[in-house]
């Protein structure tokens, strides 16, 4: 089982850029493809971005391509998400997830464990 815990979301303007992190606890970090979903009030969590076990392979929904960078440290314990030229419409909760046996998934379905969220607010 691995605990997970969002950090470094915000309020900033358009344009402006934050990096998420993602610290795990428990045990064996590396065995978990990781992601990150995002969330607005009223609508169902979509998916950001994914990596793989070693970090050699990603994935991004086409809205951010481009624009953010999904990272993992594995000897740190710890994912991240470098958002880079936010947009309002990036405005949500985000939530990192790990999944035992699903790698670049854009399921949430496939995801065991997920944080509590953290919320970024970009604004005009």
């Known amino acids: 089982q691995v605990q997970l815990v969002e950090s470094g979301g915000g309020l900033v303007q358009a344009g402006d850029s934050l990096r998420l992190a993602c610290a795990a606890s428990?045990?064996?970090?590396?065995?978990?493809?990781m992601g990150w979903f995002r969330q607005v009030p009223g609508k169902e969590r979509e998916f950001a971005a994914a990596?793989?076990?070693?970090?050699?392979?990603?994935y991004y929904t086409d809205s951010v391509k481009g624009r953010f960078t999904i990272s993992r440290d594995n000897a740190k314990n710890t994912l991240y998400l470098q958002m880079n030229s936010l947009k309002p419409e990036d405005t949500a909760v985000y939530y990192c997830?790990?999944?035992?046996?699903?790698?670049?998934?854009?399921?949430?379905?496939?995801?065991?464990?997920w944080g509590q969220g953290t919320q970024v607010t970009v604004s005009s």
């Open positions: 990596i793989d076990w070693f970090g050699d392979n990603t």
């Open positions: 997830a790990a999944s035992r046996s699903s790698t670049n998934s854009a399921l949430a379905a496939q995801y065991d464990y």
């Open positions: 428990g045990r064996a970090f590396r065995r978990y493809a």
